[in-house]
């Protein structure tokens, strides 16, 4: 199902008040901790979503997760480690285009390949302005509400490989 979570886990929790036996899949709209505190452990986590990696379960990001921990008290987001790498991206697009002109550094952004990241290598499609091989994976709930990746997935794509 393509929705957001407020709509998501309303469409979860339904199916389990009528009884249907199924497992729902959900898209990445729904990957927000407040999925599972709203639909509850147990109907949460019959769904399935398509997402990304949570900052933890990127290996390059074991220093920002922990300096992010320290300097705010709480674990940084889903999209934390992605807005770095954006951020982190356009400084260095800055720095091959040599100054702030916009048509330069879009250039530089649409000439990017392996760019090393917390989230991947990166590079973009010049014709599109898109990232090439974004890792999204298959999520599953755990029983305190937190995404992982699933292991049987992750184990037969090769993901973490």
Known sequence: ???????GRSIAKDLERVGV???????LANQDPAFAEVAGPEVARQCWFSGVPSPQEFPAAQNYV??????????PG??????YDSMKLLFDAVERA????A??????LAETEGYEGLTGTITIDP????????????????AD???????AWAAESGFGS
Do not use: H, K
């Open 98 to 101: 040599g100054e702030w002109n």
């Open 66 to 75: 922990t300096d992010y921990q320290a300097t705010f008290d709480t674990r």
């Open 78 to 83: 889903t999209w934390g480690t992605f807005t």
């Open 21 to 27: 036996e199924t497992t729902c899949f959900m898209g």
């Open 1 to 7: 199902m393509q929705t957001y979570y407020p709509q």
């Open 127 to 142: 014709s599109t302005g898109n990232r090439v091989d974004v890792p999204v994976v298959i999520l599953r709930i755990e």
């Open 145 to 151: 509400g937190s995404f992982i990746v699933d292991p």
């Open 103 to 108: 048509d330069e550094v879009d250039t530089a």
